[in-house]
């Protein structure tokens, strides 16, 4: 299932490419970055992780790789299209069909099933609802949670509750997943499975971007890249 | 996201505060009440109005003789009797020169008593004419029934008709046509059975049900034509007790009713009659429920601007609360538009749950106040709902919702979606 991507990607194009994207703020009258202008390719397949002391910016680089920030400066372009200048409704629907977003804190919502949980990225792309549900068990159904459709987020451990989160980034088949230190609420060894879980997407075709803390990560990367200070590098 | 998955989202974020959500209708629920029972008891008291002011006819103008005031009583013969009222002269008058009336109907009171074995009973006998029937909107019960003819007064055999109180009264289970009734000194022969469907009154005193009807022709021959009663000595004599003008359309009432007023006004030295327009107290009534309607804007307007306020109270509270899954749902794909109708049908939801329990609140309200008002006596209150009145109270939820969730569900779709995922 390819997802209804929004154009065709030109065939040489990168997955993502940054022509100095830049970000600013405002602090007492000066202009600060939390995100010097940055030059970046990222392929098709890649597996970046993105690491930095806290308050370095990644997780600025992040949100302009998710569409939640707009870049003061520079072009985002999101297979050879620029994406930092749309209008709302269409950040929404790439956000929605290109990108798959998972969270350190899950962001599951509370009120909801799990599979529920899974279905929300598909109801805002129009999937019918019998689709919707049969995919939505699948994916949980791959990552160990079948049977467990009608739980509750509350009702689970916390690796369990991130592999429904990740069931729910894969929902609309996104060619990008951006993980916000998935692991960083997870005990070591449920953190491995969820890595483990990353890998596995990656091995499958998946673009992956992934904020970590943790430098042993760097070992299952293709591409690293390290912020200090808003100056990103390529290592 | 279609109808359906907005439908299944809006119930489980509602069933997640049900208490709270029930509480925050509560103002819809209490006007839409009030609105459901106010119109209720305004329609039953319309109905019966009109139903009151229709069973006396409403092409009907009915003139009505009164006793005047002791004080104003004129000695103008040496007699001792007393002359009041609606005169023969009046009734000539009226036929000859009022163009617009169709029927013209004399009633007498005959003032004789009505025995039942030897006892004498409080049913009253009045003469009349044959078109009495059709004026005060009454009908024959019986098949073999016939009401007075205009030959009747002329045989020797005095014939009457009994309304079916009467008849219940006189008769009890045995059949009444056929029966003889002593009348003062006079026997009749009952021939018809009548019954006035609305329980009418002959200009608001005599109830139809419980009369007997003769010709004026016997009654005349009988009793010489002038009702003679005595009181302190003294004799009074009234030609007619009433007069119904039944006009050829409704149009021409106002018309007929002031010609009459003053043709009274210069022919009668004493105001010894009442004009009874049932087309006027109709159109009061109308007023009357016009201004109750205006009221009872007023006050639903006003429960349900307060019922609104809670409603936009407790969506601004859940967007707070929610802001967080705002932005989760943002960061997934929703867009501002997807927010916005989510909150919208939530309150919109919300206050239809208001109106569906304001509506059921309201009707047992209705019929609790039916019910109280009658007890202890027969008539009372009627409340009368209505479908009509269903749909608005319906109706006036919805756009309740609508009016107030606007503002609440456009501040949740304009957050900005990285604020609100950041929202603790």
């Given at each position: 299932?390819?997802?209804?991507?929004?154009?065709?990607?030109?065939?040489?194009?990168?997955?993502?490419?940054?022509?100095?994207?830049?970000?600013?703020?405002?602090?007492?009258?000066?202009?600060?970055?939390?995100?010097?202008?940055?030059?970046?390719?990222v392929k098709h397949g890649a597996f970046l992780t993105v690491m930095g002391p806290s308050g370095?910016?990644?997780?600025t680089l992040l949100n302009l790789f998710g569409l939640l920030m707009r870049p003061t400066s520079g072009t985002y372009l999101l297979e050879g299209r620029a994406v930092s200048g749309l209008n709302d409704d269409a950040t929404s629907a790439v956000r929605c069909k290109m990108i798959g977003m998972v969270f350190q804190s899950f962001n599951l919502l509370s009120h909801l099933t799990i599979l529920e949980n899974v279905c929300v990225p598909m109801q805002y792309a129009g999937v019918p609802r019998a689709t919707m549900r049969q995919r939505a068990k699948a994916l949980l159904d791959r990552f160990g949670l079948e049977g467990r459709y009608g739980s509750r987020p509350t009702q689970l451990s916390g690796g369990q509750c991130q592999r429904v989160a990740i069931a729910r980034a894969l929902a609309n088949d996104p060619p990008v997943i951006l993980a916000d230190e998935p692991t960083g609420n997870l005990d070591e060894k449920t953190g491995l499975e969820v890595l483990s879980i990353f890998q596995e997407l990656h091995r499958s075709g998946k673009t992956i971007i992934m904020v970590t803390h943790n430098p042993a990560y760097r070992t299952y990367a293709t591409q690293a890249v390290t912020i200090h200070d808003g100056r990103a590098s390529e290592a | 996201m279609n109808l359906l998955e907005m439908a299944r989202t809006v119930y489980a974020s509602l069933t997640r505060h049900l208490v709270r959500s029930l509480l925050a209708t509560l103002g819809i629920v209490l006007g839409i009440a009030a609105v459901v029972a106010m119109l209720a008891i305004g329609e039953g008291g319309r109905r019966e109005a009109l139903h009151q002011i229709e069973s006396q006819g409403v092409d009907n103008i009915i003139l009505r003789s009164v006793k005047p005031a002791e004080g104003n009583v004129t000695q103008t013969t040496r007699s001792y009797t007393q002359r009041y009222g609606i005169t023969q002269r009046d009734v000539e008058h009226i036929a000859a020169v009022f163009e617009n009336v169709r029927l013209l109907v004399p009633v007498m009171e005959v003032r004789r008593e009505i025995f039942l074995g030897q006892a004498s009973t409080d049913i009253k006998a009045i003469a009349t004419t044959p078109d009495f029937l059709e004026v005060t909107r009454c009908r024959l019960v019986d098949r073999r029934s016939r009401f007075l003819a205009p030959t009747d007064g002329k045989i020797l055999d005095p014939i009457c008709v009994v309304g079916v109180k009467a008849a219940r009264r006189l008769f009890g289970?045995?059949?009444?046509?056929?029966?003889?009734?002593?009348?003062?000194?006079?026997?009749?022969?009952?021939?018809?059975?009548?019954?006035?469907?609305?329980?009418?009154?002959?200009?608001?005193?005599?109830?139809?049900?419980?009369?007997?009807?003769?010709?004026?022709?016997?009654?005349?021959?009988?009793?010489?034509?002038?009702?003679?009663?005595?009181?302190?000595?003294?004799?009074?004599?009234?030609?007619?007790?009433?007069?119904?003008?039944?006009?050829?359309?409704?149009?021409?009432?106002?018309?007929?009713?002031?010609?009459?007023?003053?043709?009274?006004?210069?022919?009668?030295?004493?105001?010894?009659?009442?004009?009874?327009?049932?087309?006027?107290?109709?159109?009061?009534?109308?007023?009357?429920?016009?201004?109750?309607?205006?009221?009872m804007t007023s006050i639903a307007a006003i429960s349900l601007l307060v019922g609104g306020i809670g409603i936009m109270n407790i969506m601004l509270a859940n967007i707070f609360e929610r802001t967080r899954e705002i932005g989760v749902r943002r960061a997934l794909g929703a867009r501002k538009r997807d927010i916005l109708w989510q909150f919208l049908a939530e309150s919109v939801l919300l206050t239809s749950i208001g109106g569906g329990l304001g509506a059921g609140l309201g009707i047992a309200t209705a019929a609790a106040a039916e019910w109280i008002s009658r007890m202890g006596g027969e008539t009372g209150l009627k409340a009368v709902v209505t479908s009509e009145s269903l749909i608005v109270a319906l109706a006036v939820s919805v756009i309740t919702g609508i009016t107030f969730g606007t503002h609440p569900a456009w501040k949740a779709a304009q957050l900005d979606p990285l604020t609100a995922l950041r929202h603790e």
């Open positions: 299932m390819s997802g209804a991507r929004l154009h065709t990607p030109a065939p040489q194009a990168p997955l993502i490419e940054l022509r100095g994207l830049s970000k600013t703020y405002e602090a007492g009258g000066t202009q600060i970055f939390a995100l010097r202008p940055t030059d970046l390719i370095s910016g990644k997780s | 289970h045995r059949d009444p046509i056929g029966q003889t009734i002593a009348i003062g000194n006079a026997s009749f022969r009952v021939v018809g059975l009548m019954e006035s469907p609305g329980g009418g009154r002959i200009g608001g005193q005599l109830e139809l049900n419980n009369i007997v009807c003769m010709p004026l022709e016997t009654a005349t021959s009988l009793w010489g034509g002038i009702t003679v009663r005595m009181g302190r000595g003294m004799a009074e004599r009234v030609d007619y007790d009433y007069l119904y003008l039944a006009a050829k359309n409704v149009n021409a009432i106002p018309s007929t009713a002031g010609r009459l007023r003053t043709y009274l006004r210069e022919t009668h030295a004493q105001v010894d009659y009442e004009v009874q327009v049932p087309y006027e107290l109709l159109q009061s009534a109308q007023r009357t429920q016009r201004i109750f309607t205006v009221v």
